[in-house]
Protein backbone atom coordinates (compact mmCIF):
# COMPACT_ATOMS: atom_id res chain seq x y z
CA UNK A 1 0.00 0.00 0.00
CA UNK A 2 1.06 3.40 -0.85
CA UNK A 3 1.21 5.72 2.21
CA UNK A 4 4.02 7.22 4.65
CA UNK A 5 4.95 5.16 7.73
CA UNK A 6 6.21 6.87 10.72
CA UNK A 7 7.66 4.50 13.85
CA UNK A 8 7.67 4.38 16.43
CA UNK A 9 4.00 4.97 17.44
CA UNK A 10 4.97 5.91 21.14
CA UNK A 11 8.50 6.49 22.25
CA UNK A 12 9.19 7.86 25.94
CA UNK A 13 12.04 9.87 26.31
CA UNK A 14 14.73 9.96 29.60
CA UNK A 15 15.44 13.93 29.79
CA UNK A 16 18.60 14.49 28.29
CA UNK A 17 18.54 12.15 25.60
CA UNK A 18 17.93 12.42 22.16
CA UNK A 19 15.29 10.04 19.96
CA UNK A 20 14.69 9.86 16.45
CA UNK A 21 11.63 9.01 15.06
CA UNK A 22 11.67 7.77 11.53
CA UNK A 23 9.28 8.64 8.22
CA UNK A 24 8.85 6.85 4.98
CA UNK A 25 6.83 7.68 2.09
CA UNK A 26 6.66 5.58 -0.76
CA UNK A 27 4.29 7.78 -2.54
CA UNK A 28 7.37 9.60 -4.49
CA UNK A 29 6.71 12.70 -3.06
CA UNK A 30 9.43 15.68 -3.40
CA UNK A 31 8.23 17.19 -0.28
CA UNK A 32 8.48 16.13 3.29
CA UNK A 33 7.53 17.84 6.81
CA UNK A 34 7.71 17.08 10.49
CA UNK A 35 5.13 18.99 11.89
CA UNK A 36 4.33 18.90 15.82
CA UNK A 37 0.97 19.19 17.60
CA UNK A 38 -0.43 19.96 21.36
CA UNK A 39 -3.58 19.76 22.50
CA UNK A 40 -6.05 22.63 21.82
CA UNK A 41 -3.42 23.97 19.22
CA UNK A 42 -2.94 24.11 15.37
CA UNK A 43 -0.19 21.70 14.07
CA UNK A 44 3.03 23.94 14.13
CA UNK A 45 6.06 23.13 11.37
CA UNK A 46 9.20 22.25 12.60
CA UNK A 47 10.88 21.73 9.66
CA UNK A 48 10.43 20.89 5.50
CA UNK A 49 12.33 19.31 2.69
CA UNK A 50 11.82 20.46 -1.00
CA UNK A 51 14.68 18.26 -2.39
CA UNK A 52 16.98 15.24 -1.41
CA UNK A 53 20.02 17.09 0.43
CA UNK A 54 18.07 20.23 1.25
CA UNK A 55 15.79 21.07 4.23
CA UNK A 56 14.07 24.66 5.88
CA UNK A 57 13.46 25.38 9.29
CA UNK A 58 9.44 25.97 9.94
CA UNK A 59 8.20 27.92 13.00
CA UNK A 60 9.44 26.09 16.07
CA UNK A 61 12.90 24.50 14.89
CA UNK A 62 14.83 24.90 17.87
CA UNK A 63 15.53 21.74 19.57
CA UNK A 64 15.07 19.62 16.78
CA UNK A 65 17.12 18.48 13.66
CA UNK A 66 16.36 16.55 10.42
CA UNK A 67 18.52 15.04 7.78
CA UNK A 68 17.32 14.06 4.25
CA UNK A 69 19.33 11.88 2.67
CA UNK A 70 17.17 9.64 0.64
CA UNK A 71 13.90 11.06 -0.88
CA UNK A 72 11.89 8.35 0.31
CA UNK A 73 13.04 9.17 3.96
CA UNK A 74 12.79 11.75 6.61
CA UNK A 75 13.74 10.99 10.05
CA UNK A 76 13.27 14.00 12.75
CA UNK A 77 15.71 13.70 15.80
CA UNK A 78 14.49 15.34 19.13
CA UNK A 79 17.54 16.72 21.06
CA UNK A 80 17.59 17.42 25.07
CA UNK A 81 17.84 20.95 23.75
CA UNK A 82 14.41 20.80 23.45
CA UNK A 83 12.40 22.27 26.45
CA UNK A 84 9.16 20.72 26.31
CA UNK A 85 9.04 17.93 23.84
CA UNK A 86 6.38 15.53 24.54
CA UNK A 87 3.80 16.01 21.92
CA UNK A 88 2.00 14.46 19.19
CA UNK A 89 4.22 14.31 16.17
CA UNK A 90 3.60 14.10 12.42
CA UNK A 91 5.60 13.25 8.98
CA UNK A 92 3.95 15.00 6.03
CA UNK A 93 4.54 14.94 2.51
CA UNK A 94 3.40 16.58 -0.86
CA UNK A 95 3.99 16.27 -4.53
CA UNK A 96 3.84 19.76 -6.39
CA UNK A 97 1.57 18.29 -9.21
CA UNK A 98 -1.13 17.21 -6.62
CA UNK A 99 -1.66 20.99 -5.55
CA UNK A 100 -0.11 20.67 -2.69
CA UNK A 101 -2.70 19.09 -1.06
CA UNK A 102 -0.33 17.65 1.86
CA UNK A 103 -0.55 14.10 2.79
CA UNK A 104 -0.10 12.67 6.51
CA UNK A 105 1.30 9.85 8.59
CA UNK A 106 -0.68 8.15 11.67
CA UNK A 107 1.70 9.92 13.71
CA UNK A 108 4.24 9.47 17.02
CA UNK A 109 3.47 10.04 20.80
CA UNK A 110 6.47 11.12 22.40
CA UNK A 111 6.62 11.52 26.12
CA UNK A 112 9.58 12.45 28.72
CA UNK A 113 9.63 10.27 31.65
CA UNK B 1 -0.68 37.04 14.35
CA UNK B 2 -3.02 33.90 13.86
CA UNK B 3 -3.74 33.68 10.36
CA UNK B 4 -6.42 30.76 10.61
CA UNK B 5 -9.34 30.68 13.21
CA UNK B 6 -12.22 27.69 13.42
CA UNK B 7 -14.99 28.35 15.68
CA UNK B 8 -16.73 26.96 17.40
CA UNK B 9 -14.16 25.21 19.27
CA UNK B 10 -16.45 22.03 19.98
CA UNK B 11 -19.67 21.04 18.73
CA UNK B 12 -22.19 18.61 20.04
CA UNK B 13 -25.07 17.11 17.52
CA UNK B 14 -27.56 14.47 17.52
CA UNK B 15 -27.74 12.46 14.66
CA UNK B 16 -29.34 14.35 11.38
CA UNK B 17 -29.23 17.71 12.97
CA UNK B 18 -27.17 19.86 10.48
CA UNK B 19 -24.74 22.43 11.15
CA UNK B 20 -21.83 24.44 9.92
CA UNK B 21 -17.78 24.72 11.43
CA UNK B 22 -15.90 28.38 10.96
CA UNK B 23 -12.75 29.06 9.34
CA UNK B 24 -11.90 32.60 8.93
CA UNK B 25 -8.24 33.87 7.79
CA UNK B 26 -6.41 37.08 7.41
CA UNK B 27 -3.86 35.96 4.24
CA UNK B 28 -3.85 38.39 1.89
CA UNK B 29 -4.05 36.46 -1.79
CA UNK B 30 -5.18 33.04 -0.96
CA UNK B 31 -3.57 30.38 -2.35
CA UNK B 32 -5.37 27.37 -1.21
CA UNK B 33 -7.36 26.35 1.64
CA UNK B 34 -7.62 22.81 3.07
CA UNK B 35 -9.99 21.07 4.99
CA UNK B 36 -8.44 17.79 7.08
CA UNK B 37 -10.43 15.62 9.18
CA UNK B 38 -8.59 13.98 12.27
CA UNK B 39 -9.69 10.95 14.70
CA UNK B 40 -8.19 10.46 17.89
CA UNK B 41 -4.43 10.10 17.71
CA UNK B 42 -4.66 9.20 14.05
CA UNK B 43 -2.73 11.57 11.22
CA UNK B 44 -5.29 14.44 9.58
CA UNK B 45 -6.82 12.99 6.29
CA UNK B 46 -7.40 15.24 3.51
CA UNK B 47 -10.97 16.13 2.85
CA UNK B 48 -11.08 19.37 0.61
CA UNK B 49 -8.72 22.35 -1.62
CA UNK B 50 -10.79 25.26 -2.34
CA UNK B 51 -8.83 27.90 -4.22
CA UNK B 52 -11.16 30.68 -4.67
CA UNK B 53 -13.92 32.91 -3.74
CA UNK B 54 -17.70 31.00 -4.24
CA UNK B 55 -15.93 27.72 -4.65
CA UNK B 56 -17.68 24.83 -3.38
CA UNK B 57 -16.91 21.58 -2.74
CA UNK B 58 -19.11 18.41 -1.30
CA UNK B 59 -17.51 14.73 -0.27
CA UNK B 60 -20.72 12.37 1.54
CA UNK B 61 -22.49 14.72 4.34
CA UNK B 62 -19.97 17.55 3.68
CA UNK B 63 -19.67 20.12 1.95
CA UNK B 64 -17.32 23.08 2.14
CA UNK B 65 -17.44 27.05 0.95
CA UNK B 66 -15.33 29.53 0.27
CA UNK B 67 -15.52 33.27 0.50
CA UNK B 68 -13.17 36.16 0.78
CA UNK B 69 -12.30 36.32 4.06
CA UNK B 70 -13.87 32.76 5.22
CA UNK B 71 -14.42 29.18 4.67
CA UNK B 72 -17.77 27.08 6.28
CA UNK B 73 -17.96 23.34 6.07
CA UNK B 74 -21.38 21.81 6.24
CA UNK B 75 -22.22 18.98 7.63
CA UNK B 76 -25.81 17.57 6.59
CA UNK B 77 -27.76 15.01 8.27
CA UNK B 78 -24.40 13.94 10.32
CA UNK B 79 -23.76 10.86 11.50
CA UNK B 80 -22.09 8.76 14.72
CA UNK B 81 -19.38 8.30 12.28
CA UNK B 82 -18.39 12.04 11.44
CA UNK B 83 -17.14 12.44 14.87
CA UNK B 84 -13.68 13.78 14.74
CA UNK B 85 -12.14 17.51 15.06
CA UNK B 86 -12.16 18.95 11.68
CA UNK B 87 -8.93 20.98 10.95
CA UNK B 88 -8.31 24.49 8.40
CA UNK B 89 -5.32 25.12 6.73
CA UNK B 90 -4.16 27.85 4.24
CA UNK B 91 -1.50 27.77 2.28
CA UNK B 92 1.27 30.50 2.91
CA UNK B 93 0.98 33.41 0.16
CA UNK B 94 4.94 33.41 -0.11
CA UNK B 95 5.94 29.45 -0.05
CA UNK B 96 3.83 27.07 -1.56
CA UNK B 97 5.38 24.90 0.64
CA UNK B 98 3.75 25.98 4.22
CA UNK B 99 0.06 25.59 5.82
CA UNK B 100 -1.05 27.19 8.50
CA UNK B 101 -3.52 25.38 10.67
CA UNK B 102 -6.30 26.15 12.50
CA UNK B 103 -6.77 24.95 16.48
CA UNK B 104 -9.42 22.96 15.01
CA UNK B 105 -13.36 22.13 15.63
CA UNK B 106 -14.39 18.71 17.27
CA UNK B 107 -17.20 17.24 16.57
CA UNK B 108 -19.72 15.00 18.51
CA UNK B 109 -22.58 13.45 16.60
CA UNK B 110 -24.49 11.53 19.51
CA UNK B 111 -27.03 8.76 18.00
Known amino acids: DGGITQSPKYLFRKEGQNVTLSCEQNLNHDAMYWYRQDPGQGLRLIYYSQIVNDFQKGDIAEGYSVSREKKESFPLTVTSAQKNPTAFYLC????????????FGEGSWLTVV | EDQVTQSPEALRLQEGESSSLNCSYTVSGLRGLFWYRQDPGKGPEFLFTLYSAGEEKEKERLKATLTKKESFLHITAPKPEDSATYLC????????????FGAGTTVTVRA
Open chain 1, 92 to 103: ASTQASSGNTIY
Open chain 2, 89 to 100: AVQDPSNDYKLS
